[in-house]
């Protein structure tokens, strides 16, 4: 069965190698040992049997917007629920921390969020997110992340 927790500091090597090879495919952002280690209460590890199997972070922008982020399933237990289990955790968990919480994410699988309560939106209307991160992105202007919110 799949548990999830907050994780602590000896989570964070096994984050790094759930993270790599979706890295290398330009599919999630590099998340660093110090970057992760401060945002260490923004990160949830999935493990099955003890070993790690998935993880998911929020960032907070303030104002009730929150973005699904570091979104990824070990290839191993691919399809078996894990990922569904993590964002769900995560938006039951930022519901609780706020009610007007607007929860977003930008994936190239649009049709995992759809399942999970999510909405295609228009990525205007993230503009604290497109200042953050996409300001400097050689894709900017030829991305192809689908932006989607949950409908709560
Ligand atoms: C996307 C990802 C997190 C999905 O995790 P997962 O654990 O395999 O997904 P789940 O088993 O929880 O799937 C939940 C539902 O979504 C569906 N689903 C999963 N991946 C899908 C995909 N790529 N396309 C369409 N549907 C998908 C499942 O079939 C399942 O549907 P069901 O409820 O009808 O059975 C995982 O494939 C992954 O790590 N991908 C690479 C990194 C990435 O793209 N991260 C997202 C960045 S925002």
Redesign the pocket.
């Known amino acids: 069965m799949v548990q999830i927790d907050k994780i602590i500091e000896s989570d964070i090597d096994d984050i790094i190698k759930l993270l790599e090879p979706?890295v290398q495919k330009g599919?999630?952002l590099q998340r660093n040992h110090d970057e992760i280690m401060r945002e260490q209460h923004c990160f949830f590890i999935a493990r099955i049997d003890g070993v790690a199997a998935?993880v998911v972070s929020f960032h907070d922008y303030d104002n009730h917007l929150y973005e699904?982020?570091s979104?990824?399933?070990a290839d191993k237990?691919?399809?078996?629920?894990?990922?569904?289990?993590?964002v769900s955790y995560v938006v039951d968990l930022l519901r609780v921390k706020s009610q007007q919480a607007r929860i977003f994410?930008?994936?190239?699988?649009p049709?995992?969020?759809t399942?999970?309560n999510f909405e295609p939106v228009d990525k205007s209307y993230f503009p604290e997110k497109i200042w953050k991160d996409c300001v400097n992105c050689p894709r900017k202007d030829c991305c192809t992340e689908i932006a989607l919110i949950n409908r709560g």
């Open positions: 979706h599919i999630v998935g699904i982020r979104l990824v399933v237990y691919a399809k078996t629920g894990v990922g569904k289990a993590l994410a930008l994936t190239y699988v049709e995992f969020f399942k999970l």
